[in-house]
């Protein structure tokens, strides 16, 4: 049974101690495309000796291409940045973006990609979309049981990775906007501030439910699993994934170790190995927020999974020794590979030295043997000198053979020489197989063509209640709703649904149906039994908020019904390309580019969202059962920051998630002018915690302004918005 322990490594250090330790594979970044883009990532020189090192070892290398790339990165910088390290044997690239899956497989054929957890993998709909479209690993989603993991193993067979310990995020992993619109550090573009970490004062109907004691409503602890690491892989797991590119060396080594002693005791067949207090106490020590819990594997969500007081403890502080000691053992000494030998030194022959590691094997020759005149060499002189232990050695002999004539000699350099050029030739002949790839050459006419739309622009709508979509109901201008599919109770679905189509139909519009934003094994049951019926029934089709709804929805033969949102990033042609091709309807801009972007954007498919609270985050966790109780209810809540800025949340009970939005809604009614170069395919308003009474006044201002050429009204001019980054963008 082959399973991975997979490790973090921020720096080269970190890199060499994770495979001191016993780390079978590392994943890191490289100066552009990474999650971790303030880790102490490596330049391309470094990158490519990491690589070679990996190889010596029997290790393999993964490197992070996860975040966002946009058109001008994907299409001028992808390419000679990756094209060197593929041709150096890189073993794999993590990969978020559907755009770059598709540029990677266009130009490093055989190159594997592990889809990210960033794409937000929850089921089994969505892994086996991204193994169709090449991914040869799913990363899964942190949020996800063993049950859940374990159907999509028996699904698809697919080499699973998994987060086993550290630090874990307050959203889904690809759902987190919070600091990219409060800062402009996007975390879909490595530059997370992680807000999740600042303390909030929570409301819910004027009183508030925590102190400043349990102020850190948003920060979970670390997750520990060694425990639990036989049922992880039983469910399928292959690689066992370790947290913490931004940590020290010496978090990277001392949590391998301890991880690496109980997989091979698990892999040796002891079925359940006993973790001792003393090993549990190093891991404590090395780190930990608030204490650990054993992540999502067997609960849902909880307080007990929070950190609420967000007390930090390093290793650093509070263990010194501990510290010491795993410098000591894993990151002072560096473990070469020992190799064979066999040395032929006769006397008028040249000197013959042959080396081998596994079934590599390479002979080199050096300078004629000489007789010697005074002080002939003994065995046991040449000996000492070919075995010498290089600084910083990759490879090492230490088992050598020697066959020698009588009164020999050969200069000590010559020795020296000849050692050298033997440890060289080998280690280029072990590199060879990862040495022979040839990216394709870049074909510059394949880069995707911006297109814009010519027809006639409309306006759509979703809604997240009754009371807005009956706001929008009778509005003029409004062409299509999206209404949240949970607005339609599970008692009478079909009649329900089918009585709005109805009504809409004779107000001239088209109802869609709103897909939550998070779905995993049963979100959608007891409802998705009914959508192709509904369809004959005259429903327009979905909007798509994550890739799971879109695999449900695939199979079943909906394709062409599929309106993906925002959420769902096409931040580039390609990406946009990627989903096009499928045959879906259509998707959203993305919120994270601004207007000069967008115009190098293929919009012509798309809908611009030109109002609307945009989620910042969506998370398992509820912030109503951490503070106070789960009462089932889709309460309303309050976070307000260390500035006063109040931020609302939404339970959504059906689904079992929280929705966090912005303290203020996107706006570009003033914006217009700008908006029709885009050529979108349609403008959005996206409603959520508005009034029935706000929502009329909303669609009845931007209707004048986009669809009737008038000028903005004053009083909507005077309410506080935020134009997003339609102007600033991200980095």
């Known amino acids: 049974m082959k399973v991975e322990l997979l490790a973090p490594a921020g720096s080269y250090e970190a890199l060499e101690a994770a495979f001191e330790a016993g780390a079978d594979a590392v994943y890191l970044g490289g100066q552009k495309f990474g999650a971790r883009a303030y880790a102490d990532n490596l330049d391309q020189e470094q990158l490519i000796r990491a690589i070679d090192?990996?190889?010596?070892?029997?290790?393999?290398?993964?490197?992070?291409i996860n975040t966002l790339l946009k058109n001008r990165e994907l299409e001028t910088e992808l390419y000679e940045y990756l094209a060197p390290l593929y041709e150096a044997g890189l073993d794999a690239v993590i990969v978020q973006d559907p755009g770059v899956m598709d540029f990677v497989k266009t130009y490093f054929p055989g190159l594997h990609i592990?889809?990210?957890?960033?794409?937000?993998?929850?089921?089994?709909?969505?892994?086996?979309?991204?193994?169709?479209?090449?991914?040869?690993?799913?990363?899964?989603?942190?949020e996800l049981s063993l049950e859940e993991i374990k159907k999509i193993y028996d699904a698809t067979h697919m080499e699973i990775e998994s987060f086993v310990h550290g630090a874990l995020c307050y959203c889904y992993s690809g759902q987190c906007l919070m600091s990219s619109m409060i800062g402009g550090r996007s975390g879909n573009r490595g530059r997370c501030a992680q807000p999740c970490r600042l303390p909030y004062q929570v409301y819910r109907d004027g009183k508030r439910l925590n102190n400043d004691r349990t102020g850190y409503a948003l920060s979970p602890k670390d997750m520990c699993t060694v425990d639990i690491l036989p049922e992880i892989i039983e469910a399928g797991v292959y690689s066992l994934k370790i947290e913490g590119r931004m940590k020290k060396p010496e978090y990277t080594a001392g949590v391998v170790s301890v991880y690496r002693k109980y997989l091979d005791k698990y892999l040796s067949g002891e079925k359940r190995p006993i973790v001792t207090k003393e090993d549990k106490q190093m891991l404590w020590d090395i780190y930990n927020r608030d204490g650990f819990h054993q992540s999502y594997y067997k609960q849902r969500?909880?307080?007990s999974m929070m950190a609420l007081e967000n007390e930090k403890s390093a290793g650093i502080i509070r263990n010194e020794e501990l510290f010491i000691r795993i410098r000591k053992e894993y990151m002072d000494k560096k473990t070469p590979v020992l190799i064979r030998g066999t040395m032929s030194l006769y006397n008028g022959c040249p000197a013959i030295l042959e080396v081998q590691a596994g079934?590599?094997?390479?002979?080199?020759?050096?300078?004629?043997?000489?007789?010697?005149?005074?002080?002939?060499?003994?065995?046991?002189?040449?000996?000492?000198?070919?075995?010498?232990?290089?600084?910083?050695?990759?490879?090492?002999?230490k088992k050598l053979d020697i066959f020698m004539g009588d009164d020999i000699f050969l200069p000590m350099q010559q020795l020296n020489h000849l050692r050298r050029q033997g440890l060289e030739a080998l280690e280029k002949e072990m590199l060879r197989p990862w040495k022979q790839r040839k990216a394709k050459e870049r074909d510059l006419k394949d880069i995707p063509e911006t297109e814009k739309q010519t027809t006639k622009e409309f306006l759509t709508a979703a809604v997240e209640t009754e009371e807005q979509l009956a706001a929008v109901e009778k509005t003029d201008g409004v062409k299509r709703i999206y209404a949240n599919c949970g607005i339609f109770p599970m008692s009478g679905f079909v009649q329900n649904v089918e009585r709005w189509i109805h009504r809409l139909e004779e107000e001239g519009k088209e109802l869609f149906l709103t897909l939550p934003r998070i779905v995993r094994d049963r979100e959608l049951d007891g409802r998705k039994e009914t959508f192709q019926e509904l369809v004959q029934k005259g429903l327009g089709g979905f909007l798509v908020r994550n890739m799971e709804s879109y695999g449900i929805l695939d199979a079943m033969g909906l394709t062409s019904r599929i309106v993906l949102d925002a959420n769902i990033y096409t931040m580039n042609?390609?990406?946009?390309?990627?989903?096009?091709?499928?045959?879906?309807?259509?998707?959203?801009?993305?919120?994270?580019?601004?207007?000069?972007?967008?115009?190098?954007?293929?919009?012509?498919?798309?809908?611009?969202?030109?109002?609307g609270y945009t989620p910042m985050m969506v998370s398992v966790q509820c912030v109503q059962k951490t503070m106070d109780h789960c009462n089932h209810a889709c309460v309303q809540y309050v976070l307000k920051d260390r500035y006063q800025k109040e931020f609302r949340g939404v339970c959504s009970c059906e689904f079992c998630y929280n929705t966090i939005y912005n303290t203020l809604p996107t706006s570009l009614l003033k914006e217009k002018e700008k908006a029709e170069k885009l050529g979108v395919k349609a403008y959005r308003l996206s409603f959520t915690t508005e009034t029935q009474q706000e929502t009329e006044k909303i669609v009845r201002a931007f209707v004048d302004v986009y669809l009737r050429g008038q000028k903005p009204d004053g009083q909507m001019q005077t309410e506080e918005t935020t134009k997003g980054h339609f102007q600033r963008g991200v980095e």
Request: glycine fraction near 6%.
């Open 573 to 611: 042609n390609r990406a946009e390309a990627f989903w096009m091709k499928k045959g879906i309807l259509g998707d959203t801009v993305p919120l994270e580019l601004n207007a000069k972007e967008l115009a190098h954007r293929n919009n012509k498919n798309s809908e611009l969202t030109v109002y």
């Open 301 to 303: 969500n909880g307080r």
């Open 114 to 142: 592990h889809a990210s957890t960033q794409m937000t993998i929850t089921g089994v709909e969505s892994a086996k979309l991204l193994q169709k479209a090449g991914a040869t690993r799913v990363v899964t989603a942190r």
């Open 359 to 397: 079934d590599c094997r390479v002979t080199v020759e050096g300078e004629t043997v000489q007789t010697a005149t005074n002080c002939p060499l003994g065995e046991e002189r040449i000996r000492r000198q070919m075995e010498k232990n290089p600084e910083d050695p990759a490879l090492c002999l």
């Open 53 to 64: 090192l990996a190889h010596l070892k029997g290790k393999q290398l993964y490197l992070t």
